[in-house]
């Protein structure tokens, strides 16, 4: 971009040197930039490699694998976990094979991805198991591309997959309520809730979003408030106020007219989720608000000119578009809930952030916090950092901002 | 010919009328709406209530039913109440002790935010437009370092930022017995000791000074840039407004008899004394809170940047501009305008994310809260007061931002 007006006679011609050219020290003020920078990184390079390499002991993240994936889950109760991830990695296996086609590159990454991950296990039940699931999900992307290439009714597999992921979500549920939720913990606590949040607050969002745009006044004024006031505050009220107040409101028996009005008992992890859902709502509503804005006017009265009832109008024309639009916000959005849901700290739930603190404060490894954040951070980043990178394929894959 | 008659419809009965009419229709259909959210809040304000009443706390005890209009008096006593808990640290000199009322205390909580919130504005501001630009470099390693700072910082939860900068980073610095002395400043894991300057005699007579240095300067300011639009000649209002007032603000310094002391800090004991005191509380939340917002303004003002028209760039370009000039007379003037509104929002994300300070301790609004709802119990009125303080705040920063963005909008033809 910059334009760059002197090449003398004494510009390098050849590859490297002419890359370096001009890109590093096309000037005097790019040049004393380059040595800065290049200082700069040497300084950081050093501190931090010599702490991750050197001084760090990472045994504390050795001897507590277990804290920072499932928290205290009772080891009778391990293999509904298991289901989980197997049927997890099956589904998304069947997903990826339906949907894209991975190129042949991909397998040499994640086979190299793959082996800090089973040094990290060590050896043992669980890298057979890990290793069983990687093994299905290759099946599975193998088989659902060659049904995808020579098979019949590509959309009725595709709607298949559809359904089973949803059928997956409540058999995880199913699968977990019963274990007692204050054993759930670590990853695993911090995937559920964020699952959950996404999840629910997507269609409570567009919901939201549909009544701030109402004709009734009573409905649009409702909804405008509740989403100003839930954007208006930190996530970490509402969270204390869900675990203070939401027991206190919900759980006494009343009822009314001979009917149980409430009385539902809720316990932590219930209370965080709808705290979350709530939360989130509030701000997919005002990102599928623009997306409904985008949506041309004329397409709605050309909808009711056809005779189109409203649910007909907002199902087949308006939110097909309006969601496009705003998919790369909604991503954002959802990573962004991803992250939050480390505030749940707050109510006392050991989700990943709070495994790194427990282990910490164990009698042996008192002075360790550096290495367990840097470790529960990097789990973190991996995960948002997929998501972001998933998001920019699947705009590429939608052709957002090209239609 | 003969009209035939129409044939008339059956008349409709009264209610029927009514029924098949669509504004009934919606006033009903609001009505039943608006119903079912009030039967709903009043069943979860009745628990909350009766649930409270069981163990002997009031739900509302700032409201009371009275006699005559309006049938309700608040009053909010427990305000008035002694506090008895400490804090650690006030801002903008703001004294408190533990015999100061709660009402005192809240307003330290929320001076104590505020002063993280403004200097993270700033800091965070500067930051993410130096890393925008900075990834926008031809430099490459310049704009890979940039990324390798935005996509890092932003993929981790800003909670685990701020209590690895706290507890790895922030308590692992010396002891206060072998504290870092440098250039008048003390560092240590007690945090970080300032010189200050401390007003003494003659202050009065030095602030007249600085008023009319600093009204010579915009004088002087508005009359070189006159005089450069007009004739075209360099005539440099800035530099010449500086030097004004920085020669009529020393030698009125001098004149006034030097009244700045310099209050070195010293070490006494365990704690410092004297100079300005930068607790590791505060420290751990501003750098996080900076670094993280930092992303996220970076990603803004590189969207912004890259949404103004390349044509823009290189005719500014074959007009002669270098890039620096570039920037700061063609670019950033028209970015300016796309950055605003999500700059706002970012900027009331650092505002709300400072709540996070509760996790290490720092005496921020929530934090103080928190202590008065377990030393009164009176949650509801607490947390209705936290509710409505953020909101204001949400709201006047939204205000603010929506009167900036109107000056700086395009004016439509």
Redesign the interface.
């Known amino acids: ?3 760059n007006a002197t090449a003398s006679s004494r510009t390098p011609v050849a590859g490297a040197a002419r890359w370096a050219h001009e ?2 020290f ?1 000037s005097v003020a ?1 040049s004393v ?2 040595v800065g ?2 200082a ?2 040497a300084f950081l390079v050093y501190q931090v490699g010599r702490f991750v390499l050197v001084s760090a002991d990472w045994q504390v993240v050795e001897t507590n694998r277990r804290l920072f994936f499932i928290g205290r889950f009772p080891d009778a109760e391990l293999w509904r976990v298991w289901v989980i991830v197997y049927m997890v990695s099956g589904l998304a296996g069947v997903t990826l094979g339906l949907w894209s086609r991975l190129p042949w590159l991909a397998w040499p990454v994640l086979g190299l991805a793959l082996v800090p991950v089973f040094l990290f296990i060590g050896g043992g039940e669980v890298a057979l198991l890990t290793a069983g699931s990687v093994a299905l999900f290759t099946l599975a992307y193998l088989a659902a591309r060659t049904w995808a290439v020579r098979g019949r009714s590509l959309s009725l597999a595709r709607n298949i997959a559809l359904v089973s992921w949803l059928l997956s979500f409540a058999v995880t549920m199913y699968l977990l309520s019963a274990v007692d939720s204050r054993l759930w913990g670590g990853l695993l606590l911090t995937m559920i809730l964020a699952v959950v949040g996404i999840v629910a607050s997507f269609p409570f969002g567009v919901l939201l979003a549909l009544g701030r745009a109402s ?5 649009r004024i ?1 909804c405008t408030v509740y989403i ?2 839930m ?7 509402v969270l ?2 869900a675990f ?2 939401l027991p ?5 028996d ?1 009822s ?1 007219l001979g009917l149980p ?2 009385g539902i008992d809720l316990d932590v992890v219930q209370r965080a989720m709808i705290a979350l859902t709530m939360f989130s709502a509030a701000y997919v509503a005002e990102i599928v608000r623009g997306g409904l804005q985008i949506v041309p006017r004329g397409q709605v009265e050309a909808a009711e000119a056809l005779g189109l009832g409203t649910a007909r109008i907002l199902g087949l024309i308006v939110l097909p578009q309006a969601l496009r639009a705003v998919i790369p916000a909604l991503v954002g959005q959802f ?1 962004s809930l991803f ?2 849901t ?2 749940v ?2 109510m006392g739930l050991t989700e990943l ?1 709070a495994a ?2 427990i282990v910490t404060a164990q009698q042996d490894f008192i002075g360790k ?2 290495e367990s ?2 470790f ?2 990097l789990i ?2 991996l995960i ?2 997929s998501m ?1 990178r998933a998001s920019q394929r699947l705009e590429q894959t939608l052709g957002v901002g090209e239609r | 010919m003969t009209l035939t008659a129409r044939p008339t419809r059956p008349q409709l009965g009264a209610i029927a009328q009514l029924w098949r009419n669509v504004r009934v229709q ?1 006033a009903i ?3 039943a ?2 119903v079912f ?1 009030i039967w709903l809040v009043y ?6 209530t ?3 009443a069981k163990i002997d706390l009031e739900a509302f005890p700032f409201v009371e039913r009275s006699g005559d209009f309006p049938f309700v008096k608040v009053h909010l006593d427990f305000l008035g109440q002694r506090a008895g808990f400490g804090i650690k640290e006030t801002s903008f000199g703001f004294d408190y002790s533990a015999n100061d009322r709660y009402a005192d205390a809240y307003v330290v909580g929320v001076l104590n935010m505020l002063r993280v919130a403004l200097i993270g504005i700033v800091l965070a501001t500067v930051l993410g437009l130096v890393a925008g630009i900075a990834r ?7 704009s890979k ?1 940039a990324t390798v700072y935005v ?2 910082f ?8 701020l ?2 900068w706290y ?2 980073v922030v308590l692992q610095a010396p002891p206060i017995g072998e504290a870092i002395h440098a250039l008048g400043a003390i560092m240590s894991v007690k945090g970080v000791a300032l010189p200050a300057a401390n007003a003494t005699d003659g202050f009065g007579l030095w602030s007249v000074f600085l008023a009319v240095a600093l009204v010579a300067a915009i004088g002087v300011w508005l009359n070189r840039a006159r005089r450069q639009q007009r004739t075209g000649r360099a005539s440099y209002p800035w530099w010449s407004a500086a030097g004004t007032f920085v020669v009529i603000a020393a030698g009125g310094f001098i004149l006034a008899g030097t009244p700045l002391a310099i209050d070195r800090p010293q070490v006494e004991g365990t704690s410092y004394a004297g100079g300005v005191q930068i607790s590791p509380e505060f420290a751990a939340v501003l750098i996080a809170l900076v670094v993280y917002t930092g992303t996220f303004i970076a990603e803004i003002v590189r969207g912004s940047i890259l949404a103004i028209p390349k044509g823009q ?2 005719a500014a ?1 074959a007009v002669g501009l270098n ?1 620096i000039q570039r920037l700061r007379f063609v670019i950033l003037p028209q970015a300016l305008r796309i950055i605003m509104p999500p700059l706002t929002n970012q900027y ?1 994300n650092l505002t ?2 400072s ?2 300070a ?2 290490v301790a720092y005496p921020d609004l ?1 934090q103080v809260s ?1 202590v008065t709802v377990n030393q009164t119990g009176q ?1 509801v009125p607490i ?1 209705i007061l ?2 409505l303080t ?2 204001t ?3 006047l920063t939204s205000l603010i931002m929506n009167v900036i963005n109107s000056r700086l909008k395009v004016p439509s033809s």
């Not at chain 2, 069943?43 to 909350?48: K, R």
């Open positions: 971009m910059a334009v890109n590093l096309s790019n930039l380059t920078s290049i700069l990184m004709t009734f006044p009573v409905i409702f100003e006031v954007r208006g505050v930190p996530l970490v009220i204390f106020m203070f107040f206190l409101m919900l759980e006494a009343r009314m009005v409430t990573i992250k939050d480390s505030l700290l707050i952030l790194a603190r916090q550096a954040l840097l529960v951070a973190y980043w948002a950092f972001s | 919606r259909f609001q009505l709406f608006a959210i069943i979860l304000i009745t628990n909350l009766d649930e409270l926008l470099s031809p430099n490459w390693l310049v370092i996509e890092t932003r993929n981790v939860p800003l909670l685990v930022q209590i690895f507890t790895a760039t290189e370009a890039p009331l709300k994310n709540s996070l509760v996790f929530f928190r949650a947390v936290l509710l953020y909101l705040m949400s709201l």
